[in-house]
């Protein structure tokens, strides 16, 4: 059991989903994923969410999710990418755990899009990613209690967030 929640926040594409969902895995811990539980929510995917009630909507609800899971019992959390932008939310994280920051280098980020291959890029292009980086990168690391070098490939990514999540519990 965790003694505090786990936050991942960091780019899409970054690897918050896969690298939080297989630890917890591992180590027998309750992962959520905030856009998941939004989308699950709402009975909606993220893009008609956007499109149909539109962005704020979108962060009022995952806010809401985040209140929600600070309440339960500690778990790992994959946050949207725009989670730390808002003020409150890094409040909620900071009062209610610890945060990571899983740094991807762009790069990475743009080549995974390119090739498609990540699912979190789908619908993005190369200027959303952009300008999604050159936002909330600041974000990222001014919030984070840990950062992880995600720039090794998955299996490094995931050894180095275990180790991090080990030495918390």
């Known amino acids: 059991m965790l003694p505090m929640h786990v936050f991942l926040v960091g780019m899409s594409g970054s690897g918050k989903t896969s690298l939080g969902r297989r630890v917890a895995s591992n180590l027998g811990l309750r992962f959520v994923d ?7 929510m709402l009975g909606m995917s993220i893009e008609q969410i956007y499109t149909s009630l539109g962005e704020d909507f979108y962060h009022n609800a995952e806010t809401g999710v985040l209140i ?8 790992i959390v994959s946050t949207g990418s725009g989670l730390p932008v ?3 939310n890094v409040q909620l994280m900071q009062n209610h755990g610890v945060i ?30 952009i300008h999604e980086f050159n936002h909330h990168i600041g974000f990222y690391r001014a919030c984070a209690d840990y950062t992880l ?21």
């Open 149 to 169: 070098d995600n720039s090794h490939g998955f299996q490094v990514g995931l050894a180095n967030l275990t180790r991090i999540i080990e030495g918390l519990r």
């Open 68 to 75: 929600e899971l600070v309440g339960g019992s500690p778990c």
């Open 34 to 40: 905030t856009d998941q539980r939004v989308s699950e």
């Open 100 to 129: 990571i920051h899983v740094d991807r280098p762009l790069d990475q980020i743009l080549a995974d899009l390119r090739n498609e291959r990540n699912s979190p890029l789908i619908g993005y292009d190369h200027e959303d990613a």
């Open 86 to 88: 808002i003020k409150e």
